[in-house]
């Protein structure tokens, strides 16, 4: 079913918004009841949760800049890539419920970790897994929701490589 008009765009920034609460409710309450040197570990030392401000983006990259640098790369380019994203699944309807899933998924982490970057100048990360050699870095709510649409996008992408697209089609027959 696809959908189109007013309400396309009202479900697009109801799961928008529900992203972004979600990712900022959990960064609230890391904030609010674990301090800085807090450990929590679950599942056999396999989940931790602690406290961390992330200064840059993701793995830290790019904690070190200095200004203007590190507005532009950090602050000003992901507002325009995100406002770009949010008008492209907005504007182009024959995007499939798959990739504009995956697509709100990237913009609302992406918001979220905007958002604590202006108000609180650096990111909230407080989960780490960990099995064996294989560990992931401190990550947050909006990670997972990046990590989500992108897997989303790749889906959708997979099932969709053999689908001729009617432009091809067009094309190949006027020539």
Not at 131 to 160: K, P, R
Request: charged share 15%.
């Amino acid at each position: 079913m696809k959908l189109n008009g007013t309400l396309r765009v009202i479900i697009i920034l109801f799961i928008l918004a529900l992203n972004i609460g979600c990712d900022q409710a959990t960064k609230s309450m890391m904030r609010a009841h674990i301090n800085y040197y807090d450990h929590y570990s679950f599942f056999n030392d396999h989940v931790t949760l602690l406290r961390v401000e992330n200064t840059g983006a993701f793995l830290s990259l790019g904690a070190k800049l200095v200004q203007p640098f590190r507005f532009i790369l950090l602050t000003l380019l992901p507002i325009l890539a995100l406002l770009g994203a949010l008008a492209y699944i907005i504007i182009k309807k024959n995007l499939n419920t798959l990739m504009v899933t995956g697509i709100i998924f990237c913009i609302g982490g992406g918001i979220g970790n905007l958002y604590d970057r202006i108000v609180y100048g650096s990111v909230t990360d407080f989960m780490h897994i960990k099995f064996g050699a294989l560990q992931t870095g401190v990550f947050n709510a909006a990670d997972v929701s990046i990590m989500i649409g992108l897997g989303l996008i790749l889906l959708d992408s997979w099932l969709n490589r053999n689908e001729v697209k009617p432009e091809v089609i067009e094309e190949s027959t006027s020539e």
